[in-house]
C-alpha cells in the first residue's frame, strides 16, 4: 500500500480564493482525520470521519472550513474564501478502529500559503 | 474538555545525555499513542500503550502508562543526532485523538 496520498503537496493562493484539498486513506481504513499544523497552535484535529461519516467537527474553525468524505477512499477539505491565517500544514491521517483504535497513518501533508 | 498537556515544549540535550517528554490528560484515557516528527515531516507512530502501568521499550526509547491511565511518559536513553525531532502524544477517548503539544528535541553532536 502507498500509505495515505495526499495532494497537493504545496498550494498558494491568494485571499479570497477556494482551496481544496484532497486524500485518500489506506484501503481498509475506517477512520480519517484532518488536522492542521501551525508553530502557534501545534497540532490540530479539524475533523473526523468514521464509515465516512463526520463524527466530530467541533476542530473545524468556522464556516468558510467544510470536509466530505464521499466515499472509503476520498476526502476533501475545503476553504472558501481563503485568508491568510488558515496558512498552515494540513495533514490527513488513517486508522483502522476495530473497536480500539489502531495506529494513525500520516500523509506527507498540504502546505498552504495564502497571500 | 478533554486536553492533553505535554512537557517540556523543548529540550536541547548532548549527544549521549538522556531525554524524557511527559504528557498529562485532565481525564482518564482509553490508551494512549506516541509518535515523532523529524523536521519538515509528518508524524510517525512509535507505539501505543493500552493497559495501566504499562511499560514497553523500543531499543533505547521507554514508554510507560501510568496506573491512572492519565499521564505518560517518553524516555530516551543516550540519544544520538537521529533522535532529533519533536515527540508528541495522543490520547485517545471517545473515538477522538487529542494531541499534545509535542516536545521538540534538539541533539548537539
Redesign the interface.
Known sequence: DAGVIQSPRHEVTEMGQEVTLRCKPISGHNSL?W?RQTMMR????LI?F?NNVP??DSGMPEDRFSAKMPNASFSTLKIQPSEPRDSAVY?C?SSL?RP??????????TRLTVV | GQQVMQIPQYQHVQEGEDFTTYCNSSTTLSNIQWYKQRPGGHPVFLIQLVKSGEVKKQKRLTFQFGEAKKNSSLHITATQTTDVGTYFCAGYNFNKFYFGSGTKLNVKP
Request: glycine share 14%; proline share 0%; no cysteine.
Open positions: 482525520f488536522y501545534g497540532l490540530e484535529l473526523y468514521n463524527i466530530d495533514f491521517a478502529v480500539i483504535n489502531t495506529e494513525a497513518f500520516f500523509g506527507q501533508g
